[in-house]
């Protein structure tokens, strides 16, 4: 008999929804934005998800730390305690890297809490150019915020929920999920290093698609999709997430969900023909 193959020590990882509201007359209130994976990508290539990454050990330097504006390590412990070796606060940290890197959306602000505007000049220019500086690694997320004097501006994201890797695959990850609105003057862009496509869809319509089999996507999307869905306007998203808590956890191999969903009772659903 075969020895059993060891089970992964889960990575932590972070991810964000972005999301907005949708032009008058769309079929549904809001849009989230979504990326598809490079086919050649170990963990979930071709995969349809949201924007995100591993927690690196340097987002949990002090460094990094005290940039964080809106938050910090305690009240981050309040939320959600430290995880896979990482603290909490580290989780907000690198779901700004990872939606500056994989989006070329800047959630920073400065030392006083305003938050950078999009509309100075030359303002992509800066952005793309540290953008590229941390893909490359020219430089560090900590010396990047210093050398700016940029402050992760972490007081627009709410906690979603947390999802760990089943122990059957080789490579895990215990990741935390955010939602944010979309900065200011800003709008997420195809970053081609690790993605193919990157697009805002309704949430609805990206889990009819994921149940036609049309999307490919893990739990993390499918359940943050139909979650979604069931808004009928973006201010019932934040007034729903006040209060900090995390609102589906999926561990191992089960998903303590939020509630019943019923499709049929949500306003802006069109009947069917």
Known sequence: MAEPKPVAEPKPAASV???RESAAGAPEPVEVYMIRRQKTMKFLGGFYAFPGGKVD?????????????????AGAETIFPASAGRPALAYWATAVRELLEETGVLYACDRAGRPIDASLPRFDETVERARRALVTKETT??????????????????YLSHFTTPKTSP????????????????????????????????????????????????EPAEYG????????????????????????NGIVDRIEFWGDFDWSKVSWRKPQR
């Open 17 to 19: 929804l972005l999301v």
């Open 225 to 248: 999709l139909a979650y979604l869905a069931q808004f009928d306007a973006l201010a019932d998203i934040w007034a729903a997430h006040v209060d900090g808590a995390p609102k589906m």
């Open 141 to 158: 997320f900590a010396a990047l915020l210093a050398a700016h004097d940029w402050h992760c501006d972490v007081r627009p994201m709410r």
């Open 57 to 73: 050990e340097a987002d949990a330097s002090p460094a990094v730390m005290a940039r964080c504006f809106g938050l910090d390590a």
């Open 171 to 218: 490579i895990r990850f215990s990741a935390r999920f955010f939602l944010c609105p979309v900065p200011a003057g800003q709008t997420p862009r195809l970053i081609t290093e690790e993605t193919s496509e990157g697009f805002w869809i309704h949430p609805g319509e990206g889990y009819r698609r994921f149940c036609a089999d049309e999307m490919a996507m893990a």
